[in-house]
């Protein structure tokens, strides 16, 4: 997958700064990638003492990777390994760099770092636990940026669903950042209203808005009966939100064994759920399309 080049449809907007939310980054426009290129340089020129005494700039380590700078490097590693833990005591110290991380295609690969070197747990401890429940739910975030769950939606419904992707919640984090955080942590290993009271914990000591909160714990909670219905094909009477949609859809293509037809019926209860959304009054035509590469 190449960074910043999408495969878009006739009527896909164009993405202005590399990234799937149509230039809505957490760090945005002209001043944003000018504010990107300067913090690269400066963090490759910074010292292990450094790091050591502003640990959150590895968080800004995985978000340079994220906007497609270079991978952090074996010594970064070495230098993380060394420290003493817990690094990052305030997590909302690092909020700014992980909505960084978040609001980039390539957000994947970054919470894969972080996970591996124990700093998301620190900031979200709600994720620890099952080792293959992590592997999964990492899968399912590049899964939101690949699209293959957009390939059985309807235009009136992708269109829709992009457009409400690219609004900020309280004016910070966009709707595909949102997403990806909500994928990450759809689910835990207990049931998803105490999983949810878990999660809110974290998303308020790290300092997220009351609307950014909203959106994931949402999510969270429908994601067992959004789930259920989308594995038997059955449509559900009630709505669901276009996050949970999103994030079940895209689960639902990395959990092994689950045969293709499966999926593609799952995607056609996904469109008539957004559906409702995007023209309650009118049935979605199918049309194909490819997504982001």
Not at 154 to 164: A, D, G, N, P, R
Not at 260 to 279: H, P, Q, S, V
Request: with cysteine; net charge negative; aromatic share 8%.
């Amino acid at each position: 997958m190449t960074f910043g080049l999408h495969n878009l449809s006739t009527f896909f907007h164009t993405c202005k700064s590399g990234c799937q939310c149509n230039g809505n980054c957490y760090i945005e426009g002209a001043a944003g990638k000018e504010k990107n290129r300067g913090l690269m340089t400066d963090l490759a020129k910074l010292t292990e003492a450094e790091f050591r005494d502003n640990p959150v700039l590895f968080v800004e380590l995985a978000r340079e990777w994220a906007a497609g700078g270079p991978e952090p490097t074996k010594e970064h590693t070495e230098w993380l390994q060394a420290l003493p833990r817990p690094l990052i005591v305030k997590p909302a110290s690092a909020r700014d760099a992980l909505w960084g991380v978040l609001s980039y295609p390539e957000r994947a690969r970054s919470l894969t770092w972080l996970d591996r070197a124990g700093i998301l747990e620190e900031l979200l401890p709600a994720w620890g636990g099952d080792y293959f429940r992590q592997a999964l739910r990492l899968q399912a975030v590049e899964e939101v940026h690949l699209e293959r769950w957009g390939a059985g939606l309807s235009k009136s419904s992708f269109e829709w669903l992009c457009v409400y992707q690219d609004q900020k919640a309280d004016g910070r984090l966009g709707g595909w950042a949102l997403t990806g955080l909500a994928t990450l942590l759809l689910a835990g290993d207990e049931p998803a209203n105490t999983f949810a009271v878990r999660v809110q914990q974290d998303l308020k000591a790290l300092g997220a808005s009351e609307g950014e909160r909203e959106r994931v714990l949402t999510a969270i909670r429908e994601y067992p009966e959004l789930y259920d219905a989308l594995m038997t094909s059955t449509t559900p009477s009630r709505n669901f939100s276009p996050t949970a949609v999103v994030a079940t859809l895209s689960t639902l293509f990395v959990i092994p064994r689950i045969p293709e037809d499966t999926c593609r019926r799952a995607m056609i209860c996904g469109d008539k759920l957004l559906a409702r959304f995007a023209a309650p009054e009118e049935p979605a035509v199918p049309t194909k399309r490819g997504g982001h590469k």
